[in-house]
């Protein structure tokens, strides 16, 4: 399973833009990148999901290299309620969860 | 309802004892994964099934650790003899298919105490 790297942690200003990157240079031409988020207390849930080409929901916005082995998740307006751990995910049959990024967000 | 439903939301058990913990997925997904979130960790994945197979149990951490899954549907998480460290918020899983280019719904987990 290819394994990502995602920041610890980062900050945001609220209605502020948030840019949340993600290395899985081991990724293969198969695997579809995937985020979920985690709200405290919460089980995760979806985000969004990609394989080539960006990919734009009601959500976010995500950013895919061209050679794959990155991508961003963008939140185009940070609110409160979206701070959260995010997940990046490398899917080729499981779903396995690296460690996350921890977003806060400051009013 | 129309979500992922686990039970019982909360249980405390003393060491020892064995538990079963349930998953019911969304009717008509395929896909079920099982993951246990130790306090302010990351999700460590256990096991998935596709239909009632569980093509990877890579992740059961011991042989006290063993899941099925029937009918294609519910699937139970057992725990023998637990211990202390088995403490930690477990959490399923459940998608159309095997999620590659589909979504995968959570539910909110079954919190185990064991003391």
């Known amino acids: 399973d290819a394994k990502t790297t995602q920041p610890n942690s980062m900050e945001s200003n609220e209605e502020e833009p948030v840019h949340l990157p993600c290395n899985h240079s081991?990724?293969?031409?198969?695997?579809?990148i995937h985020w979920y988020r985690q709200l405290p207390s919460q089980g995760p849930e979806y985000v969004i999901h990609g394989l080539t080409s960006n990919v734009n929901n009601r959500m976010a916005s995500l950013a895919i290299a061209e050679d794959r082995k990155s991508s961003t998740l963008i939140l185009h307006r940070a609110t409160l309620r979206d701070a959260a751990v995010y997940y990046c995910?490398?899917?080729?049959?499981?779903?396995?969860f690296g460690q996350g990024t921890e977003l806060s967000v400051k009013p | 309802g129309a979500g992922v439903s686990q039970s019982p939301s909360n249980k405390v058990t003393e060491k020892g004892k064995d538990v079963e913990l349930r998953c019911d997925p969304i009717s008509g997904h395929t896909a079920l994964y099982w993951y246990r979130q130790s306090l302010g960790q990351g999700l460590e994945f256990l096991i998935y099934f596709q239909g009632n197979s569980a093509p990877d149990k890579s992740g059961l951490p011991s042989d006290r650790f063993s899941a099925e899954r029937t009918g294609g549907s519910v699937s139970t998480l057992t725990i023998q003899r637990t211990q202390q460290e088995d403490s930690a918020v477990y959490l399923c899983?459940?998608?159309?298919?095997?999620?590659?280019?589909?979504?995968?719904?959570f539910g909110q987990g079954t919190r185990l105490t064991v003391v």
């Open positions: 081991t990724i293969s031409g198969t695997d579809y």
């Open positions: 899983a459940s998608s159309l298919r095997r999620t590659m280019n589909t979504e995968a719904f």
């Open positions: 995910t490398i899917v080729g049959g499981k779903l396995i």
